[in-house]
């Protein structure tokens, strides 16, 4: 038997394959060059550390903190570059790529050229001339070096890793080879105006080499968009380094300048490792950014933990061959080293803490979870904890530089392990765990077969504050039996029937809640527990409808294809004031019949005096009248069973009759947004309602997406009378469906 694949499952096998070796290859450039780099940069650090001493080198260490103002002195452009052009990358989203890349990468121009004027005007205040020319050639330095980071990060937003590394092994080569040169003559000179040397040759080729489409613009609405993730991605690497000045600000002034050139050294033996092993993290960010931008959470968990694990376990092993390495290398060629060899081997068990945490830092500070404001946290209190560590070794007169890199190893701990639980609390927990293809339920809308579950829990209960709803929504349900049935709006959370998990189809997308309701319960939350509500039902305005924006925006909707059909009885199901079919009356159709099927009670003597017929309480209900036109807004995601319920209203609507549905939209970032709703049994993406009304043999005339985007509501944008019109990922589903014959 000759079997065959179909075209497009070779065709996504073969894409996937080249993805493969892409990544592969990428990753082989990149670790490639920084392999090469390594013996040849070890040599110009060992030459450096060797022609200049403890002291200079602490005061090199020194003059370098201006340039790491290339890391540390930033407001987040680059990084929100990269977060939100990956982001579009994968919604495709062309038009924002190109207004982001724009106004952040100017944004970036403008604070280099800040910077170095900064650095410049600084210099002017120290007596010593030679650590005035130091800062300038630092602020020289910093600035083509921030220049660079532009074209650096284009080049890693357009996966051009072959390129990025081909850049730095050829650049960090010639300026290794000067610096090793040129440090016996100029010393410390020769080491800081290679940075600027550097920076150029780098600047020169990126432009050669890289495509790109960039103006110098800045958009005011993208900047201020931008600043808003900029500035707390900025706090992020200001903590970082807030951390660093002050490891070394607390080793110069507790232990000395000695201690402090002893100490780089033994974290420059780390960083060289360190900066090897963020070469694979170099490769994956922007394949985390899209995967996100896609919704392809599964993929990027496996990228997190199994990476992250390698990296972690290759740090362990690194940690004996070093340790021994050290103790028989640094007597031989380094012997004014030997007083450091213990603290440059303590240094080492940082290793593992340094690489753990960068995976899911990426995570964490992406688009979708956006907690990056927990990083700074997490630095303060590891900057606190060395801190007190210090201090408290040196009221008890046991500090010394091996127990100082101890204390900063508890520290260093306590950092990688918060980032671990935000990562598992915020990304895992939400759109991992709860995403999971878990089960074989056949889907009523498609007949698929995979599910994914999430919890519904956040849904449902108080709002407010996320904390305090959290922890009002756990304790309320053992409180529900003291709680009276009189107490409507308090039994409405206590007493809530909906909680759980619903069940939502990996492919349609429609979902349903994991738990049969009994019938008897969803009457007695409706009756008990939902109308508590002071509801208007007196008339103080007797044209209230012709004001109210949903019904004048759903009314647009339906208007044009009900055109000059012969209505003459209308109903709506879940009515209340039945606004909109007030409306279609005054409006279009001055002499149909309105009808309702509404429960409430109250409702009885405001249909008397608008003229509308309740034509039943409850739903589902047989009727001798069949009706033109039936209009539903947001009730179908609350009926108990959902195939009943259309073959119901089918059955209600004369040969050709349509039907108006408006329900909530699940398809777009529901599922991630913990925004308190109204509790529903079903839930609906555009695909799944069109595909659950053909099996009913209704045709789908219009549908669309209207309102304001659940991200917005989840950051407490007012819904308006000017957002109730269509809108792309809107928080609403408006549909119209025909009638048609099932033969």
Known sequence: MNMSLPT???????????????????????????LALRPIQLLKEFIVIKFLGPADYGILKSIELVQMLNKYGTLGFKAAAAR???????????????????????????????????????????????????????????????????????????????????????????????????????????????????????????????????????????FKRILSISVPLMFVTLSQGAFKYAERILVISLLGKVALGFYVFGFMMVNQFVTLFKAAIKVRTQDIYEAIGREDFQYVHRIVFKETLLLVCGGVILI???????????????????????AAQLSLLVLPFQVMPNYSAVVIESSLVNQQKKLPVSYAISAATLISCAYLLRWFDRLSLENFILGNLVASA???????????????????????????RECIVCGNTHYCKYKYDYHLGFSG???????????????DSLIPKSAGKLKRFTGNVFKGNVLVCSSCGYGTLDRQIRERELIDYYDQYWHFRDVETKISNP??????????????????????????????????????????????????????????????????????????????????????????????EHALDLEETIVVLRDLLSPGGMLFVEVPNTEHDYWQLHEVDHPHIHFFTQSAIQKVFKRFFFRCLKIGEYGITMRERNQGVQITEANFGPRPKGFWIRALFQKQSDK
């Not at 493969?20 to 450039?29: E, G």
């Not at 306590?414 to 293809?437: G, H, I």
């Open 84 to 222: 939100e052009i990956g982001d579009a990358f994968g919604k495709k989203d062309q038009k924002r790529t190109t207004l982001v890349r724009n106004t952040a990468y100017s944004s970036e121009i403008i604070l280099a050229l800040v910077l170095f004027v900064a650095g410049i005007t600084s210099s002017l205040f120290f007596e010593s001339r030679s650590i005035s020319i130091l800062i300038i050639l630092a602020s020289a330095g910093l600035l083509v070096t921030k220049l660079s980071g532009i074209l650096y990060t284009e080049a890693g937003i357009q996966k051009r890793f072959f390129l990025i590394s081909k850049v730095t092994f050829i650049t960090s080569l010639l300026a290794s080879i000067i610096v090793i040169v040129a440090v016996p003559f100029f010393k410390i000179y020769a080491v800081v105006l290679m940075n600027f040397v550097t920076s150029v040759m780098a600047i020169i080729y990126y432009l050669k080499s890289l495509k790109h489409n960039y103006s110098f613009m800045i958009d005011g609405k993208e």
């Open 543 to 636: 044209n209230d409808f012709l004001e109210e924006p949903r019904a004048i925006y759903q009314l647009q909707f339906v208007r044009e294809l009900l055109g000059n059909r012969g209505l003459s009885n209308v109903l709506e199901i879940g009515a209340g004031r039945a606004l909109t079919l007030q409306l279609l009356r005054a409006k279009n159709f001055p002499e149909i019949n309105l009808f309702v099927c509404e429960p409430g009670p109250e409702w009885s003597e405001y249909y008397a005096e608008r003229k509308i017929q309740r034509g039943a309480k409850f739903f589902p209900f047989k009727s001798d009248l069949k009706f033109e036109y039936i209009h539903t807004s947001h009730w179908l």
């Open 414 to 440: 306590y950092f990688s392990l918060s980032l671990v639980f935000y990562y598992k609390k915020y990304f895992y927990n939400n759109f991992v765990r709860e995403n999971k293809t878990t089960g074989f």
């Open 320 to 342: 004996p061959i070093m340790w021994f390495s050290i103790q028989m290398l640094v007597p031989v060629f380094l012997p004014q080293w030997s007083e450091g060899i213990y």
């Open 8 to 34: 497009s499952i070779k065709s996504l096998i073969v894409n996937q394959s080249i993805f493969r070796q892409k990544v592969v290859k990428d990753f082989a450039a990149v670790v490639g060059s920084e």
């Open 465 to 479: 504050p996320e904390k305090a709803r959290q922890f009002a929504n756990l304790l309320a349900p053992y409180f």
